[in-house]
């Protein structure tokens, strides 16, 4: 029985032009992290189960795609384990490999599994798709590219300097214009120390994030319910109502941490950085913003965060340093810094704003139309000349009606149909239409390549 | 506890030079797959498993890596099934999902799921890894990637032609010399016809495959052992014998095969396909080869099969045409012709030979040293030029001792060190040190632009 086909929920298939427009925009990072000196490199599609667990968290465990062993794989499984029908404690008995759920553990696994062929410090860049187990919704899916970028090895603030100007390039290619939000987490630190609760640091950072939405009352009445005092709030006020030019807020943020080892030090740390990249230069919007967290738990210092001007949408790109990326796995001191661009939010960008370059279409410059047996072993060989001079051309394979010839040539939006029949065969010449503007042209073999060169 | 990491046997690490490696060879494949006018599509790595099982026999359908379903998988499944211990059976109720084994089912289900938005002939390639639970050994993997290309809803055999053209360019840009063999499956069928026993046609293709290994006569007791007849056996004798040129091999063959419609057709079929190769020319050797079968069960028509010349290795590409890739998805009639690259081979082969160009080395051409932060500045300054004149250019993100600094570039294998120290910035110059040769220059920065250009 023929089944009707499907693939699983949260996954997508791409077709040559949506491949074309997702090309266009992973060509276009690679060649930035090449041009700031970062290496490729590419792990495994799978990881034994104990390099993913515990490493996101309890939910996260529940998203890992785990792989059945091969085989025999009930033997040696307690059958009261599995009468007792627990999955998640099961789940692991039956299965040693799951695939990858980001590319930060796996780079961590790299590191330490190749430390003594590594050169530090280590600047790598991977581009390969996730899996998450995640509720597929608008925009989340069980399968995406991550396009990750780290230095590892390495304390100095030159390498987020670095990393803001490699922002701005790949954004500025990409013709996206964006905002920069910068932050540190020791200043965020340093606010809860001051406001005498350094364990809430994630309550006072999600309260002030909300100043725009809901207004300062609000805020506080937010920290109230967090269980926050009138002193601490009073203290955390005036980060929340921050305003003024970057310089302005920076004065402000140094007189409230005044004092505060931990802000001071963040404080230090964001002004070098800024005064760095203001010093070289940037395309985009830096902006200050004390509010932002991105994975608070695991940044350390820098966190970076990229935002579309002129779409609604999350962070496109975001990133931080962290001090431990690989205790873990037994190798302790390992820090860094690194970036991630989303690549699909990147492409939702770039089609609302209609952003792609008219040459990525992913179709041949010019296909011939075939008339018959001696047309086509004419029309073969100027193919042949053609390709030998970089222009990308084809055939249609059967001599159809020439109404489905051309009608294939203008489905796939090929720029150019080259023609030659009978009299093209007696004149030695070639007859080529402009799909777009419908003109045609007689041409020699060598007037053909110019034109289409 | 710090666990000591380690990757699932069969499956590998890309370090950056790796990397750099199997992007010349996939930019290659691809570059010329547009040449010839081929769209690039993506399928995601996990199909439905009801889209997978059944398609690779009963032995594929074991080495499917096959993914546990999320939450409560053993709701629903039968108790007594399970206390069977049939894991075989067992596993579809615990799964649903399945990781890709090869390009070609999934092509088909992609093609059946979005034949209205499809143009014919539609001519995909497919770049992307495949996983099979096969058991490791010395160039056998288990993840690997494929490199397929194929022209479906054309019977044409101008696609063969074009095929072999490909194939030809493909190799000439690599600079490894190969032999394209070729076959038909209807001259196949029709020798096992005119021996009286269509249905030994694979025993008779294993029997004379063997030929230059053990010689005629045992390749006849071979053939006996199969159950084969004398009469049959002495009426493919010849055909195990064939010798010569490509035209006298032809010519013997027309003889044999005089008056069997299947083989005549078969032969007929070669023969245009190597005429109009002819007439293009070709950098390879082109071997018609009779005992040529792979897949046999697949392939209908030409059969396509590369070795590399100078290197003991089995065939690095393959291919072949087919009359029914999608009849077990609901759509009949679709037939096609393909290619599949072997890319491990193939990095195999030019390992071996050493045939890399030496520009592929994936690091930044220039690395500048760091002696503290006024020097650092500057040579930022610097490299943001180079940049933009798209020179890859970076900087040793610590002041460290010059030692260490010169050693990550050696290590890494950047061919140039620039050096910003004190005279140099008093000079408003920079020092640019050849690795490979030791030569070390004073340039100016638009000096520096033009030696590293």
Chains 1, 2 share one sequence.
Not at 116 to 137: E, G, H, M, T, Y
Not at 289 to 311: C, F, H, M, P
Not at 337 to 356: H, P, Q, T
Request: glycine share 10%; net charge negative.
């Amino acid at each position: 029985m023929a089944q009707k086909p499907s693939i699983p929920k949260g996954t997508r298939d791409f077709n040559p032009v949506e491949m074309a427009r997702r090309n266009y925009i992973f060509d276009t990072i690679r060649n930035v992290f090449y041009l700031f000196g970062f290496q490729q490199i590419e792990t495994p599609a799978m990881e034994n189960l104990s390099t993913l667990m515990g490493k996101y968290g309890e939910e996260g465990d529940k998203l890992l795609f785990k792989i059945l062993n091969s085989g025999d794989f009930l033997r040696g499984v307690d059958p009261t384990l599995i009468e007792s029908g627990d999955c998640p404690k099961i789940a692991p008995k039956l299965c040693e490999k799951g695939l990858r759920y980001d590319l930060t553990v796996p780079f961590a696994r790299f590191v330490v599994m190749h430390r003594n062929d590594l050169s530090f410090p280590f600047k790598r860049f991977q581009i390969q798709p996730v899996w998450r187990a995640d509720r597929p919704q608008k925009g989340r899916y069980r399968e995406f590219y991550q396009c990750d970028a780290d230095i590892i090895g390495s304390d100095s603030l030159l390498n987020e300097i670095d990393l803001l100007q490699l922002i701005d390039e790949v954004f500025h290619r990409l013709g996206i214009r964006i905002t920069i939000k910068l932050n540190n987490r020791k200043i965020l630190a340093g606010i809860a120390e001051l406001a005498g609760e350094p364990d809430k640091i994630t309550d006072i950072t999600v309260a002030i994030d909300k100043i725009d939405k809901i207004g300062l009352e609000n805020v506080k009445a937010d920290l109230r319910e967090r269980g926050l005092s009138e002193s601490a709030i009073n203290t955390i006020a005036p980060v929340i109502t921050l305003s003024g030019t970057t310089e302005e807020r920076l004065q402000k943020l140094s007189e409230i941490l005044n004092g505060n080892e931990a802000g001071a030090k963040g404080l230090e740390e964001l002004k070098e950085v800024i005064e760095g990249t203001d010093r070289l230069g940037l395309k985009a919007n830096l902006e200050l913003d004390v509010s932002l967290a991105r994975g608070l738990n695991y940044y350390t210092g820098t966190i970076i965060e990229v935002k579309a001007r002129d779409v609604e949408i999350g962070s496109i790109t975001g990133g931080g340093r962290y001090d431990n990326l690989t205790g873990v796995f037994g190798l302790p001191g390992v820090s860094g810094v690194g970036i991630s661009f989303g690549a699909d939010r990147i492409y939702d960008v770039l089609n609302a704003l209609d952003l792609y370059p008219s040459n990525i279409a992913g179709t041949a410059k010019v296909m011939f139309t075939n008339f018959g047996v001696k047309e086509a072993e004419r029309s073969l060989e100027i193919i042949k000349k053609l390709r030998e001079s970089g222009i990308a051309a084809e055939i249609y394979p059967d001599a159809a009606k020439i109404k489905k010839q051309m009608g294939r040539a203008d489905a796939l939006g090929i720029p150019f149909v080259a023609i030659v029949g009978e009299t093209e065969l007696q004149n030695e010449c070639v007859t080529l239409k402009n799909m777009s503007t419908g003109e045609q042209r007689q041409l020699d073999v060598c007037g053909l390549i110019d034109a289409l060169s």
